[in-house]
């Protein structure tokens, strides 16, 4: 049998949240050792959000839902990178490594010399990824940058929401999401340069440019007309009708969108209102376009009479691009997400003292191949689980020096101060209040049987 795609290449992992960690997540599942590092006195902003059973109890650094969803198939290593000795263990890595990652502002990594002069004076041919918020050059170059600053900036926020709205910003922010992807390709892209020319590179990725990479056609109406781009809410430029339409049952909603006329006499013909296909008003996309209120109120008499799924069955039937809104609990049970194995079930191993984070549905790739295998989904490492293998059989680090570097904090498996990471955490106790508040619309305490991870 072939190997794995990317067998035999290992991938540095020192980013944190989504960017870099879910891009090797997708490097790792194609067959590439990626080593995950962090630091027990920072640790990844990611193992802090939902938690198992929303209680943040026993080894909870390691529950958190966000960060085992972004770091399957990794191993981990511990590393304080502020220490002298965590930096030489460092490039001690690099020199035996293939592609390094790093999400951080572009000075931390020179001031660490974790730059890629610095890497390429001891492996030439290293490939670094440095996927910044902002990029290496330009004013913003140091700026702090999450999502919802960044959304905002290159205009997909302002493109998002009602005319008569707000501008909202995604969620997931899609400038992290995107990115993601950006990651993979360019080590698959640098890894095959390399394969060709022998040389290494360093990659300079701006997470604000994935964004306005991705905002093509309302730069483009300015570049051609001068015309400034609102937000449309749920219509479209071009066609219509096109919107999200109220259905039958408690915030149970489905999109529509009529792309020619054959398309809307088949929605005439669902809805059991042919007639509407011949009136002159709607006859064109034209007319349709100015109409939208009239055709919204029309659609959504007949919508309300459906639940979202039987709606989006019976347009599909005609030929007719329909979508139910599915909320999370919808899109895990999906017949479709069922078919395609879209989230694997993963069991995760038990830790010393015999806590586990369980069994639980996890994103996998969003592709399927004969040719060339993948790895099946593996739990996302605990925190330092891989220490011992990457210092001692790989780096040959004897075992007395690596217990003074558990003795010095240099690396460990637990949080350098476990209390206050816990303090963030919502749990069970709180859902009352959530469902109040709105930050939740619905709680199973079933869910396990629901999911069939019991």
């Not at 390094?100 to 670094?128: M, S």
């Not at 390709?185 to 890894?191: F, P, S, T, Y």
């Not at 096109?242 to 529509?256: A, F, L």
């Amino acid at each position: 049998m072939a190997g794995f795609p990317l067998e035999g290449v290992r991938v540095l992992d020192f980013g944190s949240a989504i960017a870099t960690p879910s891009g090797t997540k997708t490097l790792a599942i194609l067959g590439a050792e990626v080593i995950k590092i962090e630091s027990t006195k920072r640790l990844d902003i990611s193992r802090f959000g939902a938690y198992v059973d929303n209680k943040p109890t026993g080894e909870f650094w390691n529950k958190c839902g966000r960060y085992n969803t972004h770091n399957t198939n990794k191993k981990s290593l511990t590393l304080d990178l502020s220490a002298l000795e965590g930096r030489q263990i460092a490039i001690e890595l690099v020199k035996v490594s293939d592609v390094v990652t790093e999400n951080w502002a572009p000075r931390v990594k020179v001031n660490l010399g974790l730059d890629y002069p610095e890497l390429a004076k001891v492996k030439p041919d290293i490939i670094l990824i440095s996927a910044s918020g902002y990029g290496a050059t330009g004013r913003c170059a140091n700026w702090i940058a999450w999502g919802m600053a960044l959304d905002p900036m290159c205009g997909l926020s302002y493109l998002t929401g009602f005319p008569d709205g707000l501008p909202v910003k995604g969620s997931p922010p899609m400038t992290d999401t995107i990115s993601a992807s950006y990651v993979t390709l360019a080590a698959l892209a640098a890894l095959e340069y390399r394969r060709r020319t022998g040389k290494g590179q360093w990659i300079d990725l701006s997470e604000y440019e994935t964004g306005t990479l991705h905002n093509g056609p309302a730069l483009m109406d300015y570049v051609m007309n001068g015309r400034v781009k609102t937000r449309l809410g749920n219509r479209h430029e071009v066609m219509a009708p096109h919107g999200c339409y109220r259905c039958k049952g408690q915030d149970s909603w489905v999109t529509i969108a009529v792309a020619n006329d054959t398309q809307w006499r088949r929605l005439c013909e669902a809805m059991g209102k042919p007639q509407l296909a011949a009136d002159t008003r709607f006859a064109t996309t034209a007319g349709r376009y100015q109409a939208q209120d009239e055709l919204d109120k029309l659609i959504e008499e007949w919508t309300l009479t459906l639940d979202h799924y039987a709606v989006m069955y019976k347009l599909q039937e005609k030929g007719v691009s329909a979508g139910a809104v599915l909320n999370v609990k919808e899109l895990l049970l999906d017949p479709q997400t069922k078919a395609r194995n879209s989230y694997p079930l993963v069991e995760h191993p038990k830790a010393p003292d015999g806590d586990t984070v369980g069994t639980h549905p996890y994103p996998g790739i969003a592709w399927r191949t004969q040719a060339d295998p993948i790895k099946e989904l593996q739990a996302a490492p605990r925190l330092g689980a891989h220490n011992h293998y990457v210092l001692h059989d790989i780096l040959k680090i004897p075992e007395t020096e690596i217990a003074k570097l558990y003795q010095q904090g240099i690396i460990g498996e637990k949080p350098f101060v476990a209390s206050d990471t816990k303090a963030v955490a919502r749990t069970a106790d709180d859902i009352d209040q959530m469902l109040e508040e709105g930050v939740i619309v619905g709680y199973d305490p079933d869910f396990r049987k629901i999911l069939g991870t019991e």
